[in-house]
């Protein structure tokens, strides 16, 4: 299992939506690392169904695309740059293939 | 530094890592107007990942080397002369004799910046080491693994496993045991001997170093304590798992040895961030032993194309101490050449810089020769292994490919090995040591993959909102 460790002190927790679950997350905090807590760090299933995730959290592998649902338009962008806001609603692609 | 919405600047500086951070305090103390853009929220660079401001960290990096790095951040982060563009990735570098253009990409679409001198300060990123199974959630680069320590809060799934040649895994190891991770093992693929023999080549440099390497060795120290075992000579053989990882697999085919464990950080070394120097047609060197390409320079770190200089891993990795003294000599460089100072001044003031760049340079050539990937490499290179995780391309399809032609171009047009999102960042490497196995030919007188626009991916309605330039 993964974990949050005490070395930082987090604000009062957020909410966001990831694939239609509402789970806590802190202002600021990255999807990716949302993933690696809620879904052992997988982004997405790739053609042949076999699960894939993040890589190199830091923006250069491309393995992290997510869906960023908003303003009625979905946008695929790298969850290790992306930053937890309250209400924001992701799909990754790991329930489905997607790639 | 300020948040700014100019788009016409003396410099810009493409990262706001050591090297980045050293270069725009040089030209903020001369009154260069320079803006810093950075993919990250915050600056810091890899080394000093920084956590988010809402989040109030303690004891974040407080290892003592990294206290000259932190108090360089901190007195960037307080220099109001310096414009902070972040949260922008940039996707493309135009050289041009009236100046340069970079063009970024960030939330609200695409940006054109234009600036008389650039410098690329973009550093290098954890080598994508191809283990069969390391495409299963959980199996990532060991820096990977550090970065969501320090500016996340989170260890990854336990227990975990280091595998790799880098001895930096032990340092990571030992902090995310000092963190409260559990970590099963730390292996190291060469045998204590071969890494001893490195040492004893490099006897001077290791003794002058003693520090550096006190910080290897309390890192043991700590690791010993916890209980967690650091082997040598136990190359990985494999990462196992269904849709997640749960083992590593050790040891000869006939007597495999697994640890389980719950997430794996591979680290192998570093490859220099390439794509702005290649597709804006700068030269570049492969970069021996551990692979990628650095871009070449001048003694003022200007590239092969006026005005726009480098620094930093851009250039080769060699650690966070060369990467700021080369942002300052660079700094200083792009100040004389902007007539801020004269050469005379500017010769004066990188002399120690110069100096203490060139004395670490010896240990960044010891801890080259220690971390030496190749045979690690080799052993991939023989297998079926995925190499190319974005097309899915195995080392046995691009072998099979390697019989009728040997240009790394040809063969990704043919087996699409590099054609993927990543742009070859993740799979060339591997792709161009095999091709040049093939040919028989000296790594150093290979040619990559083509450098394409746009460097980081984007979205096409990005695009299409702003036509390609
Ligand atoms: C994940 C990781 C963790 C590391 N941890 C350590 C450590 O703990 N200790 C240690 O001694 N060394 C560590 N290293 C090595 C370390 O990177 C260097 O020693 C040091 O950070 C290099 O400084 P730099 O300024 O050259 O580059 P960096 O610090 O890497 O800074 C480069 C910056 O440029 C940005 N960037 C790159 N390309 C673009 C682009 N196209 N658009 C926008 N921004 C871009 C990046 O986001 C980054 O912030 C680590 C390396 C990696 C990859
Ligand atoms: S994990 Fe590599 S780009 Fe996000």
Redesign the interface.
């Known amino acids: 299992m993964s974990k949050r460790i005490g070395f930082v002190e987090p604000p009062a927790p957020i909410h966001i939506e990831l694939d239609g679950e509402v789970v806590e997350a802190y202002e600021g905090e990255s999807v990716a690392a949302l993933l690696v807590l809620h879904r052992d760090g997988m982004s997405r299933r790739d053609r042949d169904g076999d699960a894939r995730g993040l890589w190199c959290n830091m923006g250069t592998c491309s393995e992290c695309f997510v869906r960023l649902l908003e303003h009625g338009r979905s946008r695929r962008v790298r969850a290790c740059l992306l930053e937890a806001t309250d209400g924001m609603r992701i799909a990754t692609g790991s329930h489905t293939q997607d790639d | 530094m300020t948040d700014n919405a100019e788009t016409s600047y003396d410099v810009l500086i493409v990262g706001g890592g050591p090297a980045g951070q050293a270069a725009a305090l040089e030209l903020a103390a001369v009154g260069a107007r320079c803006a810093v853009i950075d993919?990250?929220?915050r600056p810091g660079g890899?080394i000093l990942?920084q956590?988010?401001?809402?989040?109030?960290?303690?004891?974040?990096v407080d290892e003592n080397s990294y206290r000259p790095l932190r108090q360089q951040l901190r007195v960037f982060e307080n220099q109001a002369a310096i414009a902070w563009l972040g949260?922008r990735?940039v996707i493309g570098l135009q050289p041009g004799p009236q100046g340069h253009s970079l063009t970024t990409s960030g939330a609200d679409g695409l940006q054109e910046l234009s600036a008389a001198h650039v410098l690329i300060a973009a550093g290098c990123?954890?080598m994508?080491y191809p283990a069969p199974g390391w495409?299963?959630?959980?199996?990532?680069?060991a820096?990977?693994?550090q970065?969501?320590?320090k500016?996340?809060?989170?260890?990854?799934?336990?227990p975990i496993v280091f595998a790799g040649t880098h001895p930096l895994m032990l340092l990571i190891a030992a902090q995310i045991s000092r963190?409260?991770?559990k970590v099963a093992e730390v292996a190291f693929d060469r045998s204590l001997a071969t890494i001893g023999k490195s040492m004893i080549r490099h006897c001077a440099t290791a003794l002058r170093n003693g520090s550096l390497l006190g910080e290897a060795g309390k890192a043991m120290m700590d690791l010993r304590r916890a209980g967690v075992p650091v082997r040598f000579g136990r190359p990985l053989q494999e990462i196992t798992g269904?849709?997640?990882v749960t083992g590593a697999v050790f040891g000869e085919a006939d007597h495999p040895e697994t640890t389980p464990c719950?997430?794996i950080g591979l680290c192998y070394g570093f490859l220099p961030?390439s794509d702005l120097p290649r597709q804006a047609g700068l030269s570049v060197r492969w970069s021996s032993p551990s692979g990628g390409w650095a871009t070449c320079h001048d003694q003022w770190m200007q590239s092969s194309v006026e005005g726009v200089w480098v620094a930093g891993e851009t250039t080769g990795v060699a650690g966070a101490p060369i990467a700021r003294d080369e942002g300052r000599i660079a700094g200083l460089g792009i100040a004389a050449a902007l007539g801020l100072i004269t050469n005379r001044d500017a010769t004066r003031r990188a002399a120690p810089f110069r100096q203490s760049r060139k004395a670490a340079m010896r240990f960044a050539a010891m801890l080259d020769d220690i971390a030496a990937p190749k045979q690690a490499l080799d052993r991939v290179a023989a297998s079926n292994t995925t190499i190319c995780?974005?097309e899915?391309v195995s080392a046995s399809a691009v072998r099979e490919t390697l019989g009728s032609t040997t240009d790394v171009n040809a063969v990704k047009r043919i087996t699409r090995c590099g054609m993927?999102?990543?742009?070859g960042?993740?799979c060339e490497h591997m792709l161009i040591r095999m091709s040049a196995a093939a040919e028989g030919r000296g790594l150093e007188t290979m040619k990559g993959f083509t450098g394409r626009f746009p460097a980081?991916?984007v979205?096409i309605?990005d695009l299409l909102e702003k036509p390609l330039p």
């Open positions: 993919e990250q929220a890899q990942r956590p988010p401001v809402s989040f109030a960290a303690q004891n974040w949260r990735s990123y954890d994508p495409t299963l959630p959980g199996a990532m680069g820096g990977a693994m970065t969501l320590l500016a996340q809060g989170i260890v990854t799934g336990e963190a409260g991770g269904a849709d997640r719950g997430s961030q995780r974005c899915k993927g999102l990543c742009q960042r993740n980081r991916p979205s309605a």
